[in-house]
């Protein structure tokens, strides 16, 4: 397995368990712990905690989306203390795991506060959760500049361990936050965290299956993840865990061929159990083996090179053409896709070449693959 570095912290492999209730307390992060993943990142640790609440939970089996209502971790700062102390003397269980501990406060001084009390349990690094979208309203730190200036400094000048922030797909102007990230001396960035969301609405009762707006996760986010991964790769050097929607190891691949050093998994566990993290090393082990790749630097934003400014794509260069004959006339999803009518059935599929602008959804609506985009 290959190495790599997460906030400049040297991880025996590039899977990370992401801050949420299945790194909670010395049970669930001793289970994390022997899962094999490179980090285990703490359920956010506060000051002062919240009662616990049900439902906390809500999921949609159709696009496998997860909302949750959970803010942060409901163990007060004194238990952790003890946990992480308890971790440290245990020597992690045997595993070589390292383990950051995820932080929030309302204030910079708070966030410092409890910076310095962790550090002392003998955690390798901090992770600043400011993207949180829940809570009292919509806006969060990681939106404004100045504010994750001000709260990654405090945190950084506190303690003398690595620092990184966790920011959010909703930063505004992601190259400015990116920016304050790199003058506040952080050694590290992940994202996304949760996008504020309600899953669904009851059509019978006419009611959220949450009674309020919550954090949004899981296979549907990877999308923007990627996107947002992208970007900040494209504004620093700083190592980068990309987090959001893996579900298996090509996803892990997606985060990282757009620039991430490693990739987070949270929404899975949830699902799946901790074996999920024991799966997707075992199968990504067998691809980098396969492809004959020694160094996560072979791979870490490969993609980046592709992605080029919207005045650089010029579509007119691109028409649909047939990779073979098509005669399904129970089908058809082509045909009702393309708005410019170019597609028609006539016995067999048919492409008007000089009608077909080449948009492409025809390619992906195609159930047996049998189209493609070609340049003129």
Not at 47 to 74: D, F, K
Not at 169 to 189: W, Y
Not at 192 to 215: E, H, M, S
Not at 359 to 375: E, F, H, M, T, Y
């Amino acid at each position: 397995m290959i190495k790599t570095h997460m906030m400049g912290i040297e991880m025996d492999n590039p899977v990370v368990v992401v801050s949420g209730p299945w790194s909670r307390g010395s049970d669930r992060m001793k289970k994390a712990l022997e899962c094999g993943a490179g980090a285990v990142v703490t359920e956010s640790i506060v000051s002062e905690a919240i009662p616990e609440i049900a439902p906390r939970y809500a999921y949609n089996s159709e696009n496998e989306g997860i909302q949750n209502i959970r803010l942060y971790s409901n163990l007060e700062l004194e238990n952790w203390i003890d946990v992480l102390t308890e971790i440290d003397r245990a020597k992690r269980y045997g595993s070589k795991t390292k383990v950051i501990a995820s932080i929030m406060g309302t204030t910079p001084s708070e966030m410092a506060y409890i910076a310095r009390k962790v550090e002392k349990t003998g955690v390798d690094g901090i992770e600043a959760g400011i993207a949180c979208p829940m809570g009292e309203g919509p806006e969060i730190i990681a939106g404004d500049p100045v504010k994750v200036y001000d709260f990654a400094k405090a945190i950084v000048d506190a303690v003398s361990i690595p620092v990184s922030v966790k920011l959010s797909a909703a930063t505004g102007n992601l190259p400015l936050v990116v920016k304050a990230c790199n003058k506040a001396g952080l050694s590290g960035i992940s994202g996304i965290d949760t996008i504020r969301g309600i899953l669904d609405i009851d059509i019978d009762t006419q009611r959220p299956k949450l009674a309020t707006y919550g954090g949004y996760s899981g296979a549907p986010i990877r999308p923007i993840g990627l996107s947002t991964i992208a970007g900040i790769a494209q504004s620093t050097d700083l190592p980068i865990v990309g987090i959001g929607g893996i579900k298996n190891y090509e996803h892990l691949l997606e985060y990282i061929f757009v620039g991430a050093s490693a990739g987070g998994i949270g929404s899975e566990i949830l699902l799946r159990g901790y074996s999920v993290i024991g799966e997707i090393l075992m199968d990504l082990d067998n691809w980098l083996a396969e492809q004959g790749i020694s160094s996560i630097e072979e791979i870490k934003g490969n993609a980046l090179g592709s992605l080029k400014s919207f005045e650089e794509i010029k579509v007119e260069d691109l028409k649909s053409d047939l990779l073979s004959k098509c005669t399904r006339s129970d089908c058809q999803q082509c045909v009702a896709c393309c708005l410019d009518e170019a597609i028609t059935f006539n016995k067999e599929i048919e492409i008007d070449k000089d009608i077909c602008t080449g948009c492409g959804i025809c390619i992906d609506k195609c159930p047996d693959q049998k189209l493609k985009l070609v340049w003129k």
